[in-house]
């Protein structure tokens, strides 16, 4: 049965073995209480059955939210190969925090205090997978939809550090040249981005400094 989502990543939970398949690559055996991640766009995953698993839906606010939350060097992850099955799996550790992340993630917070609880949670399924190495360089893969937001990451990731357009290209595994073109046809350029990137992290010091006055 194919698994779908209109979210970027997925992340199921086995009750059952269940056999899996993506872009019709030789099926492999996830046993009962495991993990799978996957990225969903442009990908056919299939399952044995959909009965015996529980499925958490993970949209691009979360996971870029998890990956500044790690507060990890980007620009020394390697990228995900293309020619790699876009899955990554692990024994699950939390299966009750599982379960209320997955009944969560499909529901409308209506207020604050649950769309908080719901990203706590989430953000614990993905933290299953952080002895995982290549775990990191999946969700970026995943995240890879423009140059622009691959670019804010990698400087959001040491907002404080020198950053040259030479170093971030070779992050991309791109010439300065290219990744300045292609940011060209995505109507924006690397110091455009890097002032942005600044001066959001200016705002949120001084919002964080007015909290600190106000206690």
């Known amino acids: 049965m194919q698994l779908s989502s209109s979210e970027p990543c997925v992340v199921i939970l086995t009750e059952k073995e269940v056999e899996v398949s993506v872009n019709n ?7 009962k209480n495991y993990l799978a991640a996957f990225a969903c766009n442009n990908n056919v995953i299939e399952l044995s059955t ?3 698993v529980l499925i958490t839906h993970i949209n691009r606010n979360i ?8 507060n990890k060097n980007l620009t020394c992850v390697k990228p995900w190969s293309r020619l790699a099955t876009p899955v990554i799996a692990c024994h699950s550790r939390t299966p009750e925090v599982f379960r209320l992340a997955a009944n969560h993630s499909k529901q409308q917070p209506s207020k604050p205090c649950e769309a908080e609880l719901t990203r706590a949670l989430l953000f614990t399924v993905l933290s299953n997978f952080l002895e995982q190495s290549r775990f990191i360089a999946l969700l970026m893969y995943i995240l890879r939809s423009s140059v622009r937001d691959s670019v804010c990451r990698i400087i959001q990731s040491d907002i404080q550090h020198y950053w040259n357009l030479r170093i971030v290209a070779s992050s991309l595994c791109l010439s300065p040249s290219l990744l300045k073109k292609k940011l060209k046809n995505e109507n924006t350029s690397y110091s455009q981005i890097v002032t942005e990137c600044r001066m959001r992290y200016a705002v949120q010091m001084l919002l964080m400094d007015n909290k600190i006055s106000l206690r």
């Not at 690559?25 to 046993?31: E, M």
């Not at 996971?63 to 790690?70: A, C, E, G």
Request: glycine share 0%; hydrophobic share 50%; charged share 5%.
């Open 25 to 31: 690559h030789a099926t492999f055996t996830l046993p």
């Open 50 to 52: 959909l009965n015996h």
């Open 63 to 70: 996971i870029n939210d998890y990956l500044l939350f790690l």
